[in-house]
């Protein structure tokens, strides 16, 4: 709707409060249906109550019968004012509701032993208060496996339709995604990624250890037929590319193709957060890959296959993510990571997003609040807690939290946020963030798990192999 037209509602019912109105017009502009918010707004204008934007939109927030949009609204308010004690609930919320892997992929931080295995329960998620206010919810926040939790379909089903509003995703290495998951999904996920990695029996090997060529291929040919043509999920797939399966990336994007993502990615493995979590255990590290794997060593060789697969992307119509040339013009770090675009003037991650999983390093349930170089940032939660609107806003709060959202742009940019704009991180000759200096820059205590090397959770023993 213009604004034109918007005033012209407005004006018929009268509303001439410049706040509201401007409320309602952005309400509008972001799909929501103006039979919503126009009647409480009136309501507010009608008996007096002409309050400034801020605190218009807190007011809505409560009395709103859907109020994700309003939450966003308020968010860039936040923003852009620099508020750093919020009253926002986050838009974007990625939560594992498992900390078990079906599979140890070599390039991966993950392994059987690093982290207690753990599974939330579909009444721990049916406790989360706040979901109401969410637009986005993914079911993997970078933990582990998603669908290795035993209640992954009930608590999926109880997501969709008590929050038909909620963009729901998921991320899965493929290996479980059986078809009787894959027709539950159908038609009502929003968007399934599937971190595929290999395209034939010999490339899976060599890339995922402890996993099953034969379950993920089974599944991604059900794939194929299960979701072909729906409207939702979208399908993407993707791919994490070394100088030992550099050869295979034209075979990976006709694989993605023909099994039915729309859209493929390829990425550069990042060693050093993998070093850094197993450096202290020389067992774990030799299943991984290493610095040396890295297709850095091989800028022209990585160009000349990325330009490729890019041309035949484009000859079968499929939307492509795939780095940008080393060698080439204009690439800027964005998210710690070369990009054709630019960053933002502000990142708006601390206000926006939340991410619950379980820290690598602390072993324990742990919010962060972006994928960027922020990492293990020592903010932990309990499940039970943060399901109310207080315990979600006292993590949301917290003093890690707010010095993030104090410090994350302007002119007294903390030192990882700053790395974040600086460095790429996926470089294997990069400096690798010290997280500790985020801590002494806000004068707040450093957690205690950056002060010594990460272990695994329990001992490796022959039957875990
Ligand atoms: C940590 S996984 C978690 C979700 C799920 N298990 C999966 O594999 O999709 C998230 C994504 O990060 C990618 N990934 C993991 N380790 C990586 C690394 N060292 N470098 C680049 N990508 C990596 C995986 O391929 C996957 O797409
Ligand atoms: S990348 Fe995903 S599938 Fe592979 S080990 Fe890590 S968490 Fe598991």
Known sequence: MTPEASATVAQKRQMTHEPYRQILFELQGAGEDAKLAEPLLLDME??????????????????????????????????????????????????????????????????????????????????????????????????????????????????????????ITLLTNGRTLHERI??????????????????????????????????????????????????????????????????????????????????????????????????????ALRDKFGFEDSLYHEPGRADEVFARVKARGEEMGMELQIPPPFHGTGAHIHFGVRSTTRPPVDCNYPWTSMYFLWGFKSKREEITLCCGLASDIGVHYDHDEIATRDGLFKARNSDVL?????????LTMNPICKMC???????????YADQRAFYQFNGLPVPPHFDQPTQPYRKRTTTDR
């Open 421 to 431: 704009r600086e460095v790429d991180r996926f470089d294997p000759s990069a400096p």
């Open 182 to 283: 894959q027709r539950k999904l159908a038609g009502r996920l929003d968007a399934l990624h599937v971190s595929m990695n290999a395209s034939c029996e010999e490339s899976y090997n060599q890339i995922i250890a402890r996993g099953s060529w034969k379950q993920f291929s089974e599944n991604m040919n059900s794939m194929r037929t299960t979701l072909a043509g729906l409207a939702r999920p979208k399908v993407s797939a993707s791919f994490v590319m070394m100088r030992s399966n550099l050869h295979l990336a034209l075979q990976h994007l006709e694989f993605a193709h023909a099994n039915g993502a729309a859209f493929a990615l390829f990425h550069h493995f990042y060693p050093h957060y993998v070093h850094d979590i197993h450096g202290s255990d020389p067992d």
């Open 46 to 167: 009608q008996r007096g109550e002409l309050l400034d934007r801020h605190a218009a939109l807190l007011s809505l927030l409560e009395r709103h019968p859907a109020p994700h949009f309003v939450n966003m609204l308020l968010i860039n308010d936040e923003v852009k004012l620099g508020i750093d004690e919020v009253r926002s609930y986050p838009q974007y919320v990625f939560f594992d509701i498992s900390s078990i892997c079906s599979v140890e992929c070599r390039f991966c931080k993950y392994t059987h032993e690093q982290l207690p295995k753990r599974n939330v329960t579909l009444e721990q998620v049916r406790r989360l208060e706040w979901l109401k206010y969410v637009r986005m919810l993914n079911l993997t926040a970078g933990t582990a496996e998603a669908i290795t939790n035993p209640q992954f379909i009930e608590i999926f089903d109880y997501l969709r339709d008590t929050f038909p509003h909620l963009h």
């Open 402 to 410: 707010r010095a993030y959202r104090r410090t994350v742009n302007g």
